[in-house]
């Protein structure tokens, strides 16, 4: 997405998440919504710079979309005819399922995993000791600008509510509640929390050097 936005590069954009619909079309959605999130968090000169970027954002994407018409219209088809449509149908009114205290206890180790849960604000959050270290030595570091910060932050933030937050949740899902096997866009958080970690190891290297 970088190159699409700095460097007007739109092909390999394009490509990547035209194959991402085809392969999958749910982890599709989760990928969509997090890029929208994603473009806000760029650097704009003015709302000049901000329409242009957010007009080749949107182009690409739907060329992306597409390439893969007739899958994402069998989709739309087969929802229409399931089972779920008369629950989906109804909007989730705003509140918790549980406590963030009990979520975060998944990132200690030792802590059993499920793969499949009834409990929709169960996920599974370990990612390593290591991991926690890195992004607090992201953090505290004085190198790293706060609108830098900000710009991993904030969907960071806006990830962690939506896993307990019945209204993100069923926005998230493709405005679907899920069932069996809750928030499954974790794979998003731990993706940028690999970057953050990635950021903080560039970091003790300036530092040390």
Known sequence: MDYLMYKKR?????????????????????????LIIW????????FKDFVHKGCRFAAASLLAAGCNFFRLVETYTSKSNSIYQQTDSKLP??????????????????????????????????????????????VTSRRIS???????????????????????????NGFHYQSNVPN?????????????SYDAICELKQVTT
């Open 146 to 172: 706060l609108t830098e910060k900000a710009r991993k932050f904030v969907p960071l933030l806006i990830l962690t509510i939506s896993f307990n937050e019945e209204v993100l949740s069923y926005v998230w």
């Open 10 to 34: 739109w092909k390999l954009y394009v490509f990547s998440l035209s194959l991402c619909i085809f392969t999958n079309i749910h982890l599709s959605i989760f990928v969509c919504f997090f």
């Open 93 to 138: 009114a705003f509140g918790f399922f549980d406590s963030f205290f009990e979520q975060w206890n998944q990132l200690f180790i030792f802590t059993p995993s499920q793969a499949i849960s009834q409990n929709n604000s169960y996920i599974n959050l370990y990612m390593g000791i290591l991991t926690l270290i890195l992004i607090g030595i992201y």
């Open 184 to 196: 499954r866009y974790v794979f998003l958080l731990m993706f940028l929390c690999a970057i953050i």
């Open 39 to 46: 473009f806000f968090t760029y650097h704009f000169t003015g």
